[in-house]
Nanobody, 125 residues
Framework: QVQLVESGGGLVQAGDSLRLSCAAS????????TGWFRQALGKEREFVAG????????NYADSVKGRFTISRDNAKNTVYLQMNSLKPEDTAVYYC??????????????????WGQGTQVTVSS
C-alpha cells in the first residue's frame, strides 16, 4: 500500500514562496507518475504539476508555469513543489497523487491510485 504524506502548507502573503513536500512509502517513484493537484473551496480538483516515473518528463498546468517547480529526491522518496510568486487564486488544499499509467494519465486525474491527505495553502492579498 502506497502512503503519501504532504507537508509544508501555510498562510502567506501574495508574492511569497512556499515549498510543499510529499513523502512516499516504498519505491513509489520508479513505478508511478507522481504529482500535485489542488482543490479550492467550491471548485473541482485540478492538476498542478507532475513527474513521469522515470523523472525525465514534467508537466505543469498553465496557471502555474514559470512560478511553480516540481522536483524529487529519490533517496528520500520525496517530491517537492516549490511555489513562487504566490497569488490569492493559488489558495487551495494541495494533494500529492500517483498514477501507474503515466504522466498523461496523471494529468487527467481519473486514474489516480493513491492520494495524500492534503495540505492547506492560503495566500492573502
Amino acid at each position: 500500500q502506497v502512503q503519501l504524506v504532504e507537508s509544508g502548507g501555510g498562510l502567506v502573503q501574495a508574492g511569497d514562496s512556499l515549498r510543499l513536500s510529499c513523502a512516499a512509502s516504498g519505491r513509489t517513484f520508479s513505478v508511478y507518475a507522481t504529482g500535485w493537484f489542488r482543490q479550492a473551496l467550491g471548485k473541482e480538483r485540478e492538476f498542478v504539476a507532475g513527474f513521469s516515473s522515470s523523472g525525465s518528463r514534467t508537466n505543469y498546468a498553465d496557471s502555474v508555469k514559470g512560478r511553480f517547480t516540481i522536483s524529487r529526491d529519490n533517496a528520500k522518496n520525496t517530491v517537492y513543489l516549490q511555489m513562487n510568486s504566490l497569488k490569492p487564486e493559488d489558495t487551495a488544499v494541495y494533494y500529492c497523487a500517483v498514477d501507474r499509467l503515466g504522466l498523461q494519465s496523471l494529468r487527467v486525474g481519473a486514474r489516480v491510485e493513491h492520494w495524500g491527505q492534503g495540505t492547506q495553502v492560503t495566500v492573502s492579498s
